[in-house]
């Protein structure tokens, strides 16, 4: 792209229920935490609950470990979900930050389960952990105003 064109595309910041409206309406996501003092990213499927975030887990995996271990308001993470078309570049993307806790009520997370399957059949994937937000923002890529509806 020259400096003297348009771009083709613009960045349009969303408020925070909306992108939450949007994060609801996928299911698969990537969360992101700390392990051995190092970024890590998983995909995961999720549902919203409540406001919440919620995904299931496997006893033993890190995620699990580090969030039963948080005392109190649990471990900070950052979820992003994001539908965004490979052809065209438009589409949005949602990132959360907030607090990461293990779902430890017996009913709770009998609730999650029905919510809830495992995207991938894992044995032992019984544990559920609610991240509540605490930030949120997201982007929507969008035609600029320039393009829209001109052949291309």
Same mark, same amino acid.
């Given at each position: =792209? #020259?400096?003297?064109?348009?771009?083709?595309?613009?960045?349009?910041?969303?408020?925070?229920?909306?992108?939450?409206?949007?994060?609801?309406?996928?299911?698969?996501?990537?969360?992101?935490?700390?392990?051995?003092?190092? *970024?890590? &990213?998983?995909?995961?499927?999720?549902?919203?609950?409540?406001?919440?975030?919620?995904?299931?887990?496997?006893?033993?995996?890190?995620? #699990? %470990?580090?969030?039963?271990?948080?005392?109190?308001?649990?471990? &900070?993470? @950052?979820?992003?979900?994001? @539908?965004?078309?490979?052809? %065209?570049?438009?589409?949005? %993307?949602?990132?959360?930050?907030?607090? @990461?806790?293990? !779902?430890?009520?017996?009913?709770?997370?009998?609730?999650?389960?029905?919510?809830?399957?495992?995207? &991938?059949?894992?044995?032992?994937?019984?544990?559920?952990?609610?991240?509540? *937000?605490? =930030?949120?923002?997201? !982007?929507?890529?969008?035609? %600029? @105003?320039?393009?829209?509806?001109? *052949?291309?």
């Amino acid at each position: =792209m #020259t400096r003297d064109q348009t771009p083709a595309h613009q960045r349009v910041d969303l408020d925070p229920a909306e992108a939450l409206r949007l994060l609801g309406s996928v299911s698969l996501g990537r969360i992101v935490f700390t392990r051995q003092a190092l *970024p890590t &990213v998983r995909p995961v499927n999720h549902v919203l609950d409540h406001g919440d975030i919620v995904i299931r887990t496997h006893e033993g995996a890190a995620l #699990t %470990s580090h969030a039963e271990e948080a005392l109190g308001t649990g471990v &900070v993470v @950052a979820y992003e979900a994001d @539908a965004i078309d490979p052809a %065209s570049h438009l589409g949005w %993307s949602v990132v959360v930050t907030g607090y @990461a806790r293990l !779902v430890t009520d017996p009913a709770e997370l009998d609730r999650v389960r029905e919510l809830l399957q495992p995207w &991938v059949p894992a044995e032992g994937t019984d544990q559920a952990v609610r991240i509540r *937000p605490e =930030m949120v923002s997201g !982007v929507r890529l969008t035609e %600029s @105003a320039a393009t829209e509806g001109t *052949p291309g």
